[in-house]
């Protein structure tokens, strides 16, 4: 969501028409107790060996009566100066102008055109150019600090018996996994099934003695398992079982960064990877994602109810992955709010705390078994 009001230039400061109604319906959605005349604020640190810091922190205001948005307050913070824009409400907000405040200066009225949440264009006249240079100076600087955002939801779509071949090749698997078949068939056809290799290779583990194939009937593509025993036994993906259909776009995307490893810095978000699968392949998939975050250099955001997930992250960690490599975060709702708290992993793979019942599961039903088995007996030899 945030990505939209970066990576734009669309005079909205979120461009929510980018994202689907499965991931948004509207921007009161965002703001506390659903308040048709509420604000969200969003703070962004930038810092690296490679650049000084840089602090962003812009309020986004509804009007509820215009069905619109406008960054109402937005503060830019560098080690050469500050700003501050205030919005001076009008209505309609059709033109918007700012109180700003620069280098010890106040200037009031001053029309400003925004992409996103990011200053684009100042009408001050010469006494603002100086601001005006520094307001596109941090506004670039955060364009191309900030990550290229990919979101792959929970649920991934079910498997076609045929796909069209794409008029060209998707870059990104997609939300719900729509676009693995159309890249795994436009592999096939334009660079020598390639990629559909590597997938069958990071497969082999968690799916031994099949293989991932694309095959064509007039000119249609179907994908299909074939077993690496019998070249005449082929299934059908979408007679395959849910957790092969579920987990085939997340190793397609993987191969498709480890061929063609992304420019500039890429954060992918996931939901629940692991799930439809058997516990047996979740190690696996941790063992996918630090592998891809040590060879591409993306990042990832995994939110996971495995137990079997973090154990593996945990012995990686142990077995010589750099802790720092992996944070991980429990979050908690009290009914009212959801607090984040963070958990250290040391580089023995042992944490500084884990929450009360969470991954109890076994343990309880085990010990409930053990005293229902003791009972019985009890009883019975009385």
């Given amino acids: 969501m945030l990505n939209t009001g970066v990576h734009t230039d669309a005079p909205s400061p979120l461009d929510l028409d980018e994202l689907s109604e499965d991931v948004l319906e509207s921007f009161t959605d965002l703001i506390y107790g659903n308040r048709p005349h509420g604000s969200i604020t969003v703070e962004l640190d930038f810092s690296s060996p490679d650049q000084s810091p840089l602090m962003l922190t812009a309020t986004i205001q509804n009007i509820d009566e215009f069905r619109t948005q406008v960054v109402s307050k937005v503060e830019i913070q560098t080690p050469s100066g500050a700003a501050t824009l ?8 059709e033109t918007l102008e700012y ?18 949440i990011l200053p684009f264009a100042i009408r001050g006249g010469a006494e603002t150019e100086e601001l005006a240079s520094f307001l ?35 870059a990104e698997v ?54 690496t025993a019998d070249d005449s036994l082929t299934v059908n993906l979408a007679d395959a079982g ?20 992304p420019h500039g810095a890429v954060l992918e978000i996931i939901e629940q990877p692991e799930l439809h699968l058997h516990p047996a392949a979740h190690g696996a998939l941790a063992d996918l994602y ?7 250099g993306v990042r ?9 997930f973090l154990l593996r992250l945990r012995r990686r960690i142990a ?9 991980m975060y429990f979050v908690d709702h009290d009914g009212q709010a959801s607090q984040v708290r963070s958990i250290n992993v040391d580089q023995d793979g042992n944490l500084d705390f884990w929450p009360d019942g969470v991954f109890s599961e076994d343990y309880a039903e085990t010990r409930a078994l053990a005293a229902a088995q003791m009972e019985r007996h009890t009883t019975s030899a009385d």
């Fill in 86 to 93: 205030t919005w001076e409400p009008k209505d309609p907000p």
């Fill in 99 to 116: 109180t700003v405040e620069y280098s010890g200066q106040s200037f009031t009225g001053i029309p400003v055109s925004f992409q996103g």
């Fill in 136 to 170: 596109r100076e941090a506004s670039s600087i955060i364009r191309e600090a900030y990550p290229t955002v990919r979101y792959f939801g929970p649920f991934r779509d079910r498997p076609h018996r045929r796909y069209r071949l794409p008029a060209r090749m998707p």
């Fill in 174 to 227: 997609g939300i719900s996994g729509e676009n693995a078949a159309g890249i795994l068939a436009s592999d096939l056809e334009r660079h020598q099934g390639r990629l559909v290799e590597q997938v069958n290779e990071d497969l082999s583990e968690n799916l031994p003695g099949w293989q991932v194939d694309v095959v064509e009937r007039g000119g249609m593509y179907s994908l299909v398992l074939k077993s």
């Fill in 242 to 261: 849910t957790g092969v259909a579920q987990v085939l776009p997340i190793f397609v995307q993987r191969a498709t960064d480890s061929l063609n490893p």
């Fill in 290 to 296: 630090l592998y891809a975050a040590q060879r591409t």
């Fill in 300 to 308: 990832f955001i995994v939110e996971t109810h495995s137990e079997t």
């Fill in 319 to 327: 077995e010589g992955v750099p802790a720092e490599m992996v944070a």
